[in-house]
């Protein structure tokens, strides 16, 4: 959080893998190309083994991936489930295009080396997540389970024309199952080590021909991972609830609409750290137990409401269409704040309230002829109250001054942050088979933070100090705007092959610092400039798919943390320079009869910045680095997966089994590339099970994921404040069962 490097700088400166990648992509009938859809509108239900047609929106409206000219994965909401993936976090253990990286309950994403690292109220996500249209900022969000899921689209990219919203690395797009017009649904229970016990089901209810209800909810508890000694505490665990209902509205004299309302809860221990040598390259060791001197508490409740309705009796056949969401999370965390830096137990408490607002009105032609075009306006507000700071909750003893009960720093703060969005895409068909498409995207994003920080010294850098407590106006302000582009061009050479290039902009707001006791001094956007050529293919009769795309990306005015004087030598936000990614992304699935079905995902990554860029790290005093030519933090030189499954008539039954592999090479978690902040090459294999009679609703799983019970590390950076490295990690070995039945 922003408060988070206030504290950072005021101390400083005071006391110094199954991959799924397409095995079981949503698969629906082949949809009418380029009908209008909307986040909200009916899919058809999921199948399994398909991967002729799958369905996305990837392009605002409804298309086969396979002729959509966007580097893309999707994910059904079966595969999902079979997959053990029930948030954004886990979609990294099936997708070689992702990285997440923890952050003490504020984890982000990367894709394609692009990511933002500063989780503040103040930053904004590189890689924004969209539930069923609806966007939030705050990266505690990361954790909300996902649930009674249609797909996941996951975007690649700058999508910077159509889904707009700071999208310079890509868009993971969560698209929840509809209300259909037939009663059913399911029921799910899962039981596993660690006393893993989940629950999820749905049921649909069809009111009338024109209006139909979907119910679901879903239960997801296991015990801590990590054992803390010294306060007998064990972390990351879960423990989270969730409903949501939704009410759709057929078509009524062209009129037709969806609103739906959800409920979040979370209320675990959260994620852990370990902590070890500062600056000393440690081997991982026991990622099970370690010590821990202060509580970890992560609490959530959150409320999400959404509505979206279209028209389609316009003149020229026009369709209208308005959408709009209002979220409300409250969000309570206590962190271990202990270490060297000072002679007592403190705990982090970070309260947030953010409350965000979505509109977005879009019109289109229908999009199935020669001309096509749509265009809309976006409206993106967040509201967020800041009561958070650093506690003492008890102090060595035999020290003269005690200040347990007192905060060192108190940061009461107010944010308001806006977005406003035109755009507009067309496209024009010049051939029969060759296709010309032009986007534009003109933002604006404004931020304001009003407050104040209070600051003791005595209870914050050394108990020796007695001096009065400091009040520190912590007012900032930023508007910043940019348009973004798109030009691409398609080419149908059969209808098996299928090839694009395009050129892309995405564009990211910036924000400004302050650490409480300095003005606040802006940073700027981040810009993206990316080329991209694609190709999709099946052979043999559909039964072998081969996509590629190749791209390079010119990233400008990179966001990153570093030391500077204007903020008392502490840590701040602040453009460091530029960066170039150059990659591939492949993708194989083979399905031959009678033998199995093969997929072979992979992504490569050249991704370094540019000469001569000196950051200053947080030591005290900070020592200067040339980052030039370094490699960009989360982003690995390869990531490869691999899986075969196998499925036998057995009893009247169908019996499949599956086996898979993921392996990334290493890489590393700052800008700086130390070897201590360094994630170590890692492979993991995951296996399924499961067992489903020909005629029957019911289905039966056995899973282990990570089987050989590989550590691997989910982050680790270097605390220059409590003098330590601290390090997380990804779930170790889990296995259990699975049950499920359909009605």
Not at 302 to 321: A, K, V
Request: net charge neutral; proline share 5%; charged share 20%.
């Amino acid at each position: 959080m922003q408060y988070k490097r206030m504290l950072e700088c005021l101390l400083a400166s005071g006391a110094m893998l199954i991959s799924t990648q397409t095995a079981f992509a949503q698969v629906a009938p082949a949809p009418a190309e380029g009908a209008p859809v909307a986040e909200g509108q009916k899919a058809a239900a999921p199948a399994r083994q398909d991967d002729n047609v799958v369905v996305v929106t990837a392009n605002r409206v409804r298309t086969n991936a396979q002729t959509t000219a966007v580097a893309l994965n999707v994910y059904s909401g079966t595969a999902l489930a079979d997959a053990g993936v029930s948030n954004v976090q886990a979609l990294q253990t099936i997708d070689p295009s992702i990285n997440v990286t923890s952050n003490t309950g504020a984890a982000y994403v990367a894709m394609r080396g692009i990511a933002s690292t500063d989780t503040t109220e103040i930053g904004d996500p590189a890689v924004p997540i969209a539930r069923d249209g609806l966007f939030t900022n705050r990266s505690f969000t990361i954790a909300s389970s996902m649930y009674d899921v249609q797909r996941v689209e996951v975007l690649k990219g700058p999508q910077g024309t159509l889904f707009g919203r700071n999208s310079t690395g890509g868009l993971i797009n969560i698209i929840s199952a509809k209300p259909t017009e037939e009663f059913g649904g399911y029921l799910s229970a899962e039981f596993g080590n660690f006393d893993a016990r989940n629950v999820e089901g749905a049921v649909n209810l069809p009111l009338s021909d024109k209006v139909q209800l979907r119910f679901s909810a879903v239960s997801r508890q296991h015990d801590g991972y990590r054992n803390v000694t010294g306060i007998n505490l064990k972390g990351d665990d879960e423990d989270t609830r969730s409903a949501r209902l939704q009410l759709a509205f057929q078509p009524i004299g062209g009129f037709e609409g969806l609103v739906s309302y959800q409920k979040d809860r979370i209320d675990a221990v959260g994620d852990l750290t370990k902590v070890g040598p500062l600056g000393v390259v440690t081997p991982i060791g026991d990622a099970r137990t370690f010590p821990g001197w202060a509580p970890t508490v992560t609490d959530l409740t959150g409320e999400r409401t959404r509505w979206e309705f279209s028209y389609d009796r316009l003149p020229w056949d026009l369709t209208l269409t308005y959408a709009g969401g209002y979220d409300k999370q409250d969000y309570h965390h206590e962190l271990d704040a202990t270490g060297a830096a000072y002679p007592g137990i403190r705990q982090f408490i970070q309260n947030e309230d953010p409350a965000t607002r979505n509109h977005e009105i879009r019109i289109a032609t229908p999009l199935k002829g020669r001309f096509t075009a749509q265009a809309g306006y976006f409206y993106f507000t967040e509201r967020n109250v800041i009561d958070s700071g650093v506690r003492v909750l008890s102090m060595d003893p035999g020290l003269p001054t005690t200040f347990a009960n007192t905060f060192g720093i108190k940061f009461d703060y107010l944010i308001n942050t806006k977005t406003e969005g035109v755009f507009s895409q067309v496209g024009m068909n010049l051939t029969d088979d060759l296709k010309l498409t032009l986007g534009a995207r003109y933002s604006r994003d404004e931020k304001t933070r009003t407050g104040q920080s209070r600051l003791t010294l005595g209870a914050l850098v050394s108990p020796f100090i007695g001096a009065p407590p400091i009040t520190n106006p912590g007012n900032g302000e930023m508007s910043d705007s940019k348009p973004t582009y798109l030009v691409g061009l398609d080419w149908t050479l059969t209808p098996q092959n299928f090839l694009y290039a395009k050129y892309a902009t995405g564009y990211k707001a910036g924000g400004f610092n302050s650490n409480g006791s300095a003005a606040a001094l802006p940073y700027d956007s981040e810009s993206v400039k990316s080329i991209e050529f694609g190709s999709k293919n099946q052979f043999w009769d559909r039964k072998i798919k081969f996509n590629a795309a190749l791209f390079y990306q010119d990233y400008s005015n990179y966001q990153a943390s570093q030391a500077t004087d204007a903020l008392a030598s502490g840590g701040g936000v602040f453009n460091v320079g530029s960066a170039t990614i150059k990659g591939l992304e492949t993708e194989l699935v083979a399905n031959i009869p009678d033998l199995a079905r093969f997929d072979l995902n992979a992504t490569f990554l050249d991704a370094t910045f540019g000469n001569n860029i000196i950051v200053r790290d947080g030591a005290n005093p900070p020592v200067s680095h040339n980052i030039g030519g370094n490699d960009l933090p989360n982003a690995p030189k390869y990531v490869i997966t691999a899986g075969v499954q196998r499925s036998v008539d057995v009893g009247g039954g169908e019996l499949m089994a599956r086996v898979s592999a993921k392996h990334s090479s290493d890489f590393y978690y700052t800008v700086f590339n130390d070897q201590d902040t360094r994630s170590p090459s890692f492979t993991t294999v995951n296996a399924l099970l499961s067992y489903k009679p020909h005629d029957g609703a019911w289905e039966v799983q056995a899973f282990g994921n990570n089987v050989t019970d590989k550590v691997v590390l989910a982050n680790a950076q270097r605390n220059y404040v409590a003098r330590i490295n601290t390090y997380q990690f990804q779930p170790p070995r889990t296995f259990g069962v699975r049950l499920r039945y359909n009605f």
